[in-house]
Structure formats: structure tokens, C-alpha cells
């Protein structure tokens, strides 16, 4: 842009000069309005496929689900879904469908009679051991702690 202000006019050729200069002003504000406008609608379009994707893991915890399964379920590969899963939600979807794993299983263990082993298997493992690992992690007491903790608190407000 400087180059086009400071271009001495009284130059041979300077006026076709100036129109390429001209030119390539143009040809970059298209480019980058091309760019802004398919940054907004990948925007637009990103917020639907991670509605679909937590309907999906909603609709599907029980299963011995992965992320790839997620990602080729709306058509993204794994490594490009978790990027714009963990730029929307701020937590990565690996994250996510163990948190949402673990909630259910917390409603199973304080509504239910199942087994440790059978609430396992209910939230998509097929191992009680890693099961209550991963339980206790996320949560921080055992799952058979946590039915403890649960059932002495529901008979102080019980009683």
C-alpha cells in the first residue's frame, strides 16, 4: 500500500504500475474475506457436529466406544475431531466420555443394587478392576466407597 502512495506517476508504465499493485491489494482482500467467511462457517457447522458427537457418547456410553468411533460417526478423523472438540468444550472428548461414564455410573451406584462388576460393564468396561481405577480417579473414592459414603448419607437425611 506504501509503494502505491509513494509511486511516481511521471515514470514510463507507471499507470499500469500502479493498476498491478492495485490488483494485488484486491486479489489479498479477497483472500482473506474468503478465508474469514470459511472460518465462520466451519464455526457454525463445528457447533452442530459436537452436539451430534455428545449425543452420540449420550446415546452410546454402555459400549465399549473409542473416539475414533466418535469422530468417524460425523465424518471427522480422530486427531482433526478431538481439535475442535477440545476447542469448544475446553476438555478433550477422551476426557469427556469418561467423565460422562463416570456421572452414570455415580447414578448407578446410589439408585441401584448392581454389582460393581455390572455397573462396569453398564458404562462401557468390560474389566471391574479397570473400571474401579478409573472410578476412583475421576471421582476419588472407590466405587464401593462411594455406594458407602451414598447410603450413610441418605439414612442422616433419612433418619
Given at each position: ?32 474475506n474468503?478465508?474469514?467467511?470459511n ?20 446415546k ?23 481439535k ?13 466420555l469418561?467423565?460422562?461414564r ?13 454389582s ?11 474389566d ?32
Open positions: 500500500m506504501e509503494e502505491l502512495l509513494n509511486a511516481d506517476t511521471k515514470e514510463v508504465g507507471s499507470s499500469l504500475k500502479l493498476k498491478a499493485m492495485l490488483y494485488l491489494i484486491l486479489a489479498e482482500i479477497q483472500r482473506v474468503y478465508a474469514f467467511d472460518e465462520r462457517n466451519m464455526n457454525c457447522y463445528t457447533d452442530e457436529y459436537i452436539e451430534k458427537a455428545i449425543d452420540y457418547i449420550h452410546n456410553y454402555s459400549r465399549n466406544i473409542k473416539i475414533a468411533d466418535v469422530a468417524r460417526y460425523i465424518g471427522f478423523n480422530r486427531s482433526y475431531f478431538s475442535i472438540f477440545k476447542g469448544n468444550m475446553n476438555i478433550s472428548p477422551q476426557t469427556y469418561i467423565q460422562y463416570m456421572k452414570r455410573a455415580a447414578d448407578l451406584l446410589n439408585s441401584t443394587n448392581l460393581v462388576g455390572d455397573i462396569a460393564r453398564s458404562t462401557g468396561y468390560g471391574a478392576l479397570c473400571f474401579s481405577k478409573v472410578f476412583k480417579s475421576v471421582i476419588g473414592v472407590s466405587p464401593s466407597k462411594y455406594r458407602e459414603k451414598t447410603i450413610r448419607e441418605n439414612n442422616n437425611i433419612d433418619g
